[in-house]
C-alpha cells in the first residue's frame, strides 16, 4: 500500500471517508480531489463497490483519501452484503494492523437521519479508534439550503450531541460536478464548499499526532481489530425502515 508520494520520501496521510450508501461519499471525494474520477450515481444506491484511494495536495500536504464501500449497502440489494463484507474487513484490518488512520470524514446527507448515523459513528469512532483518532462530519447535499449552508448545522448541532456524537470539527457543502452548477450562485457555492473541506482536512489531519505508532499489535489493539471485524456483520445486513 505504498503510495507513489512515500516513494519520493513524503508520506501520505491516510484520510477514511466513510458513511451510509448513497450519501454522497464519491461525490465528496470528487470534490475533495478537484476531479470527476470516482464514480458516482444520481440514485441513492451503492456505486462503489470496492475501497478506492485518490491522492491530493493540500496546503502542501499529501493526503491519500479513501473512498469506502457504503455502510448498509445490502439494503438497496445491488452490493449484497456478503460481496462487501469481505474486502471492507481486508481493508480496515491492515490499515489499523498498521496504525495508518489519520482522520475519519463522516459523510452525512442533509436529509437523512436515522439511528444507524449513530450506530455508525459508534462503531467507527468508539469501538475501533476508542477516541485515539480525529472524526469530521461533512453534511452533503445543500445546494438549495436557504441562506448560508452553516446554518444547517448550527440548527441540527444539538441533536448529535443529543446522542453522544461528537466531532473535531464540521462542513456544510455541496457536493455538485461542476457540469451541474449552471448558475453563479451554485457555482459559488461549490467553490466555498471545497475551501471548507480542504480546510476541515488539513486543519484536523494529524492536528493531535493520532496515527498510531506503526507495527503497534499490541493486547489493546488487537481487542480492537477483533471488535471492529465482529462489529461488521451487522453493518452489512439489510436494517428494517427506520
Request: hydrophobic content about 35%; proline content about 3%; aromatic content about 8%.
Amino acid at each position: 500500500m505504498t503510495s507513489s508520494s512515500e516513494k519520493r520520501g513524503q508520506p501520505a496521510h491516510n484520510v477514511i471517508v466513510f458513511g451510509e450508501a448513497g450519501v454522497g461519499k464519491s461525490s465528496l471525494i470528487n470534490l475533495i480531489i478537484g476531479s470527476k474520477r470516482a464514480e458516482t450515481s444520481a440514485d441513492a444506491v451503492a456505486c462503489t463497490k470496492r475501497n478506492q484511494e485518490y491522492e491530493v495536495t493540500i496546503d502542501s500536504r499529501k493526503f491519500r483519501i479513501w473512498d469506502t464501500v457504503g455502510l448498509d449497502s445490502g439494503t438497496f440489494n445491488w452490493l449484497p452484503a456478503a460481496f462487501a463484507e469481505r474486502p471492507l474487513k481486508q481493508f480496515l484490518s491492515k490499515l489499523f494492523k498498521k496504525g495508518e488512520v489519520d482522520l475519519l470524514v463522516y459523510c452525512v446527507r442533509a436529509s437523512r437521519a436515522t439511528r444507524a448515523l449513530v450506530r455508525h459513528y459508534q462503531t467507527f469512532y468508539s469501538t475501533i479508534c476508542e477516541g485515539a483518532v480525529p472524526v469530521v462530519v461533512v453534511i452533503t447535499c445543500l445546494e438549495n439550503a436557504s441562506g448560508e449552508m452553516d446554518s444547517w448545522w448550527t440548527k441540527n448541532a444539538e441533536n448529535f450531541r443529543r446522542y453522544g456524537m461528537s466531532f473535531a470539527g464540521q462542513a456544510c457543502v455541496t457536493t455538485l460536478g461542476e457540469d451541474q452548477c449552471d448558475s453563479a450562485s451554485l457555482r459559488e457555492r461549490r467553490a466555498s464548499s471545497q475551501r471548507a473541506v480542504h480546510e476541515l482536512i488539513s486543519t484536523t489531519c494529524g492536528r493531535h499526532g493520532s496515527r498510531l505508532a506503526s507495527g503497534d499489535t499490541g493486547p489493546s489493539k488487537q481487542r480492537s481489530i477483533a471488535g471492529l471485524l465482529s462489529s461488521m456483520i451487522p453493518w452489512l445486513r439489510p436494517s428494517s425502515p427506520e
